[in-house]
């Protein structure tokens, strides 16, 4: 009688010890897998840091504020590369947010059913596109377009306004800063309105039906129910497209006219970090040049950093309004 | 039974074809873009008499210089040569390749190429960005019955370090001095003009799609897509437009004979047919190599290219080395490369 009752608290027991040896394993393998991430990040960082400690020494904090780029005097300054990045990158979220989130809530709010497959579809294919493709199609088609129509007429009507009209004046060769910023808009709008749109999704239809039942038009349900719900992750996803067009190379190469002066004006070239370093590191031929390049690679992390900080600090300030 | 025998002619086949490549060396090289055509078409033509191997990675003359201190490979390959000093100090030998030039083009609707005329001055003010139209007096003078129009000179130039770019900026600096003051030379400079273009191919697409653009490529790449290019005028003053004549005029004038391991840039070369931007690419060995049966056989492939690849350089739109050089070369090889 009692035989198979303690044989059955045995092989619980074996099972107990078996388990918590799997979850043992399983919480081993997932730390693993989380601290991969940050053991990657540190390395690239540090390693990045140290490669580029002689431009760091040699320069010091003139560095960042330098304009200078000599490889035959051997001076070198990042200020032109971290101002193009920065600048390119912002002009590419203020055309890209307004379009996404046009994009996410058709899908998600006024599409009909029918359409809403092949759009979805289509803005992941986008997504795959290579970025050399788009630099092509940025050089090859937009740039002669701009060039020809859009940027003499901004130069001509926007460029004797005072302040605002600086960003606009130039000579209209259809490549620069601007030019950039527009390539690399359409290439992180597959990625943000995707996201945008997943998180759209995720709003109970319970919410949106009472508001609809209380008289609601869909603009008001939009931005009381659908955007408060979901704030963190629309912005959350916005910087995932502002990551992409920080870091990319290929497509702005292409298109920003690699050349290493301090404009305010978008029309002109300027030169971006992660070009300089596609264009220059082949041929970097002293240990400084070489070291500049591989510190530029630090500041991009640098830059990358504090804007996701920023980010971080407005969704707690946002988080804490609500609260109250 | 028929799939079991095709199964074992596989193996066989296989089989053969590692014997092979492990009977023939493969030299391994690296270095300059500018060569890699040329070296290419050789080392297929190569392959297919001596059934040797050439791997040969443009990777850019820094690149390739960085490889043969690094002994990574058999020979390293650089458009710029090194100085003796430098030489020196590693072991290292050099001697030429291939022939090549820098020639300007421009983006000027009725104009054929070959029919504008610079001169090396005034390509320096132009890339200074102190020549900005293209009315310009100076221009205007030696471009007589030219429709020179009055728009805005847009300057291109590589935004990669580039071989080529040596050379244009190398010309630049002999003919200007307030160039070689204020910009000087190297495989990349401080342009004070203009937008960059990664490679002969972005050079080449920034100039067609910007109006009025100027910009500077290698002589094949120019010929090849049929680029409108400039005549520069050379050192006893006649305007000479790139070609394969004028190349090789260019480096039959340049004083190799005096030079010391080949250091000679042959940009602003005397001869009166020469076109002034010729260039020259320089292989760069180790003259006591660890490996000696590797680098036996890297000089016994440049032997064959000089002897058997002319044809292919000059189809490619290179130019082979005058005779005398070659000689010149064989007596350096047998004085430095003694293994």
Same mark, same amino acid.
């Given at each position: 009688?009692?035989?198979? +009752?303690?044989?059955? +608290?045995?092989?619980?027991?074996?099972? !107990?010890?078996?388990?918590?040896?799997?979850?043992?394993?399983?919480?081993?393998?997932?730390?693993?897998?989380? =601290?991969? #991430?940050?053991?990657?990040?540190? +390395?690239?960082?540090?390693?990045?840091?140290?490669?580029?400690?002689?431009?760091?020494?040699?320069?010091?904090?003139?560095?960042?504020?330098?304009?200078?780029?000599?490889? #035959?005097?051997?001076?070198?300054?990042?200020?032109?590369?971290?101002?193009?990045?920065?600048?390119?990158?912002?002009?590419?979220?203020?055309?890209?947010?307004?379009?996404?989130?046009?994009?996410?809530?058709?899908?998600?709010?006024?599409?009909?059913?029918?359409?809403?497959?092949?759009?979805?579809?289509?803005?992941?294919?986008?997504?795959?596109?290579?970025?050399?493709?788009?630099?092509?199609?940025?050089?090859?088609?937009?740039?002669?377009?701009?060039?020809?129509?859009?940027?003499?007429?901004?130069?001509?009507?926007?460029?004797?306004?005072?302040?605002?009209?600086? =960003?606009?004046?130039?000579?209209?060769?259809?490549?620069?800063?601007?030019?950039?910023?527009?390539?690399?808009?359409?290439?992180?709008?597959?990625?943000?309105?995707?996201?945008?749109?997943? #998180?759209?999704?995720?709003?109970?239809?319970?919410?949106?039906?009472?508001?609809?039942?209380?008289?609601?038009?869909?603009?008001?349900?939009?931005?009381?129910?659908?955007?408060?719900?979901?704030?963190?992750?629309?912005?959350?996803?916005?910087? =995932?497209?502002?990551?992409?067009?920080?870091?990319?190379?290929?497509?702005?190469?292409?298109?920003?006219?690699?050349?290493?002066?301090?404009?305010?004006?978008?029309?002109?070239?300027?030169?971006?970090? !992660?070009?300089?370093?596609?264009?220059?590191?082949?041929?970097?031929?002293?240990?400084?040049?070489?070291?500049?390049?591989?510190?530029?690679?630090?500041?991009?992390? #640098?830059?990358?950093?504090?804007?996701?900080?920023?980010?971080?600090?407005?969704?707690?300030?946002?988080?804490?309004?609500?609260?109250? | 039974?028929?799939?079991?025998?095709?199964?074992?002619?596989?193996?066989?086949?296989?089989?053969? /074809?590692?014997?092979?490549?492990?009977?023939?060396?493969?030299?391994?090289?690296?270095?300059?873009?500018?060569?890699?055509?040329?070296?290419?078409?050789?080392?297929?033509?190569?392959?297919?008499?001596?059934?040797?191997?050439?791997?040969?990675?443009?990777?850019?003359?820094?690149?390739?210089?960085?490889?043969?201190?690094?002994?990574?490979?058999?020979?390293?390959?650089?458009?710029?040569?090194?100085?003796?000093?430098?030489?020196? &100090?590693? *072991?290292?030998?050099? %001697?030429?390749?291939?022939? /090549? *030039?820098?020639?300007?083009?421009?983006?000027?609707?009725?104009?054929?190429?070959?029919?504008?005329?610079?001169?090396?001055?005034?390509?320096?003010?132009?890339?200074?960005?102190?020549?900005?139209?293209?009315?310009? $007096?100076?221009?205007?003078?030696? @471009?007589?019955?030219?429709?020179?129009?009055?728009?805005?000179?847009?300057?291109?130039?590589?935004?990669?370090?580039?071989?080529?770019?040596?050379?244009?900026?190398?010309?630049?600096?002999?003919?200007?001095?307030?160039?070689?003051?204020?910009?000087?030379?190297?495989?990349?400079? &401080?342009?004070?003009?203009?937008?960059?273009?990664?490679?002969?191919?972005?050079?080449?697409?920034?100039?067609?799609?910007?109006? *009025?653009?100027?910009?500077?490529?290698?002589?094949?790449?120019?010929?090849?897509?049929?680029?409108?290019?400039?005549?520069?005028?050379?050192?006893?003053?006649? %305007?000479?437009?790139?070609?394969?004549?004028?190349?090789?005029?260019?480096?039959?004038?340049?004083?190799?004979?005096?030079?010391?391991?080949?250091?000679?840039?042959?940009?602003?070369?005397?001869?009166?047919?020469?076109?002034?931007?010729?260039?020259? @690419? %320089?292989?760069?060995?180790?003259?006591?190599?660890?490996?000696?049966?590797?680098?036996?056989?890297?000089?016994? %492939?440049?032997?064959?290219?000089?002897?058997?690849?002319?044809?292919?350089?000059?189809?490619?739109?290179?130019? $082979?080395?005058? $005779?005398?050089?070659?000689?010149?070369?064989?007596?350096?090889?047998?004085?430095?490369?003694?293994?």
């Amino acid at each position: 009688m009692s035989t198979p +009752a303690s044989m059955t +608290a045995m092989s619980s027991d074996l099972r !107990a010890a078996s388990d918590a040896k799997h979850d043992r394993l399983f919480r081993w393998a997932v730390t693993a897998a989380g =601290l991969f #991430v940050l053991v990657t990040l540190l +390395a690239a960082g540090l390693s990045m840091f140290w490669g580029g400690r002689e431009a760091f020494q040699t320069f010091g904090f003139g560095f960042l504020t330098s304009t200078e780029w000599d490889p #035959v005097q051997q001076k070198f300054g990042a200020l032109v590369p971290i101002y193009g990045t920065v600048v390119t990158a912002m002009i590419a979220l203020i055309i890209a947010v307004p379009v996404s989130f046009g994009i996410a809530l058709f899908l998600t709010e006024v599409s009909p059913p029918w359409l809403r497959t092949p759009i979805g579809a289509a803005i992941e294919l986008l997504a795959g596109i290579p970025s050399i493709i788009y630099g092509m199609w940025g050089l090859f088609v937009l740039v002669p377009y701009l060039g020809e129509y859009v940027f003499p007429w901004l130069d001509e009507n926007i460029g004797p306004w005072p302040v605002i009209g600086a =960003l606009f004046r130039g000579p209209p060769l259809g490549i620069g800063m601007f030019t950039a910023g527009l390539v690399l808009a359409i290439m992180v709008i597959p990625f943000i309105s995707s996201v945008m749109r997943e #998180v759209f999704l995720t709003v109970p239809n319970r919410l949106k039906e009472s508001a609809y039942a209380l008289g609601s038009t869909t603009t008001e349900v939009v931005w009381n129910i659908v955007l408060p719900y979901t704030r963190s992750a629309v912005i959350g996803g916005i910087f =995932l497209g502002l990551g992409r067009a920080l870091g990319e190379t290929m497509a702005v190469t292409f298109v920003l006219g690699n050349a290493h002066f301090l404009t305010t004006s978008l029309l002109e070239p300027g030169n971006s970090i !992660a070009a300089t370093i596609a264009n220059e590191f082949t041929e970097a031929d002293s240990p400084l040049y070489l070291s500049s390049l591989i510190a530029l690679g630090f500041l991009l992390f #640098v830059v990358t950093f504090i804007v996701l900080s920023i980010a971080k600090f407005m969704l707690m300030g946002l988080k804490r309004r609500e609260g109250k | 039974m028929t799939k079991s025998l095709k199964l074992s002619l596989a193996a066989l086949a296989l089989a053969a /074809g590692f014997a092979a490549t492990a009977q023939a060396a493969d030299i391994t090289g690296a270095g300059a873009t500018f060569v890699y055509p040329a070296l290419s078409k050789w080392s297929a033509d190569y392959n297919k008499v001596t059934g040797n191997q050439v791997n040969y990675q443009s990777i850019g003359s820094g690149g390739g210089i960085a490889q043969i201190k690094a002994k990574t490979v058999d020979f390293g390959s650089s458009d710029a040569p090194l100085k003796p000093e430098e030489l020196a &100090k590693f *072991g290292l030998g050099q %001697f030429p390749s291939v022939i /090549g *030039g820098v020639v300007p083009i421009v983006n000027l609707p009725g104009i054929a190429p070959g029919k504008i005329r610079f001169t090396g001055p005034i390509l320096a003010d132009i890339f200074m960005g102190k020549i900005a139209k293209w009315n310009d $007096p100076a221009l205007v003078a030696i @471009n007589p019955g030219l429709p020179l129009p009055d728009s805005r000179i847009t300057v291109v130039h590589r935004s990669d370090g580039s071989g080529t770019t040596f050379n244009w900026v190398n010309y630049l600096s002999k003919v200007s001095p307030e160039w070689k003051t204020k910009v000087g030379e190297g495989t990349s400079v &401080k342009w004070p003009a203009g937008v960059g273009g990664k490679g002969n191919e972005g050079v080449a697409a920034y100039t067609k799609q910007i109006k *009025g653009a100027i910009g500077y490529v290698e002589l094949s790449y120019a010929l090849v897509n049929k680029l409108v290019y400039g005549s520069v005028k050379n050192k006893s003053g006649k %305007f000479i437009a790139p070609s394969i004549a004028s190349f090789q005029a260019a480096a039959a004038s340049a004083d190799w004979a005096n030079s010391k391991d080949f250091y000679l840039v042959m940009t602003d070369a005397p001869g009166a047919d020469a076109y002034p931007i010729a260039a020259t @690419n %320089f292989i760069i060995m180790y003259k006591k190599p660890k490996d000696k049966a590797r680098a036996r056989q890297a000089v016994d %492939f440049f032997k064959w290219v000089y002897a058997n690849g002319d044809a292919a350089a000059t189809s490619l739109g290179y130019v $082979p080395l005058p $005779p005398a050089l070659v000689k010149q070369i064989d007596a350096y090889w047998a004085t430095n490369f003694k293994f």
